[in-house]
């Protein structure tokens, strides 16, 4: 019997699980798309990639950790409420 393959610590060696989701919030083009979008999904082992809808950014992925990721989103609400106030 084989045994079981242990997930690797390397996020950019893990495959995305499922499909990407799109978070726009962004300009459109030309034809009234949107295409400022960040897209995210979850990795197989844990984490997740981020991507960019962007022409530039196409193929382009950030992983990172669950905790990695939770991370920049309180620092980033946090510095947007420091703007704000």
Do not use: H
Request: hydrophobic share 30%; aromatic share 6%.
């Amino acid at each position: 019997m084989p045994e079981p393959q242990q997930a690797t610590t390397n996020l950019y060696e893990r495959a995305v699980d499922g499909p990407f989701a799109a978070l726009c919030g962004g300009g459109q083009d030309n034809d009234g798309n949107m295409e400022d979008c960040i897209t995210i999904a979850q990795l197989a082992g844990g984490g997740y990639a981020l991507g960019d809808t962007k022409p530039e950014g196409k193929n382009r992925e950030l992983r990172m950790t669950a905790s990695e990721i939770t991370s920049f989103a309180r620092g980033w609400l946090e510095q947007l409420t420091d703007t704000t106030a």
